[in-house]
């Protein structure tokens, strides 16, 4: 079993949704006909309004027994509960509403309301990962990491040059000084995203060329952070057309 890189593009950005979704649902429908239950970790931003949409909207979600599975998130913004820039705000309209998730399978970051501080929120989420792990390990074993990419190589919240990037003892991590607004944010690290048996990177428009070329020919990671990241099964990265520029025609897939 390898866990080489590859790339499948796709011709437009719609495609390009529409094809992770169908590959998404069948994976998971795939996963549960082996195991109890299925973990998945989700981002906000593009990746939400692009691939969770689409799932949202097929209606080979149907086909999918969503009691089963438990969704996470790979990073937060620290702001109050329901406001427009938290990754759970427009997942809950771009999927949660099209999808039976059971409320206990859904398992948000804390918020700036909350009445915890930043590091008491990293410790809540750290500890709800290990509560639902196998058993040594510091988080869920992912199903499927659908990640996300920034014009600067980031991915989560594990940004270029952050201290962040190097730790591999704590499983959620504060941001206070984000490149990006807002400045607070909480991230998986590493460890938590490389454990993962599949990692699902999607990236769309001509800006992202270069960062996915970076990363593919093996950029150093502090400053190509998304070159960081590796499943344990498989690691696949779905782009459009305009993102795939740079990438050489050997990693280019078909299929996986």
């Not at 691939?51 to 209606?59: D, N, P, R």
């Not at 937060?76 to 099209?98: I, L, Y």
């Not at 699902?200 to 960062?211: D, H, N, Q, R």
């Amino acid at each position: 079993m390898t866990n080489e890189r590859r790339v499948l593009v796709h011709p437009d950005k719609q495609a390009l949704g529409a094809s992770v979704a169908a590959r998404f649902i069948t994976k998971i429908i795939d996963v549960l006909d082996e195991q109890e239950r299925a973990d998945i970790a989700i981002s906000g931003g593009s990746v939400s309004t692009l691939v969770l949409a689409a799932i949202g909207q097929s209606q080979a979600r149907e086909s999918v027994d969503w009691s089963k599975v438990h969704v996470w998130w790979v990073d937060e913004r620290w702001v109050p509960a329901g406001d427009a820039d938290r990754n759970d705000t427009g997942t809950q309209s771009d999927f949660f509403e099209h999808v039976d998730i059971p409320a206990e399978n859904i398992h948000p970051i804390a918020t700036s309301d909350s009445g915890l501080s930043i590091e008491d929120a990293a410790l809540q989420y750290e500890r709800e990962l290990q509560d639902a792990a196998p058993e040594g390990a510091a988080a869920p074993r992912f199903d499927i990491t659908l990640l996300g990419v920034g014009p600067d190589g980031h991915t989560a919240s594990l940004f270029p040059e952050f201290p962040q990037l190097t730790v591999t003892d704590r499983a959620v991590l504060p941001v206070d000084d984000s490149p990006k607004p807002p400045p607070q944010r909480l991230t998986l690290t590493y460890p938590v995203i490389n454990a993962s048996q599949r990692v699902w990177v999607i990236l769309s428009g001509a800006e992202k060329a270069s960062v996915l070329g970076l990363a593919l020919a093996g950029a150093a990671v502090d400053e190509v952070p998304v070159g960081g990241v590796q499943g344990r099964k498989r690691t696949v990265f779905f782009v459009d057309q305009d993102a795939a520029r740079d990438v050489p025609e050997n990693l280019i897939a078909s299929t996986y």
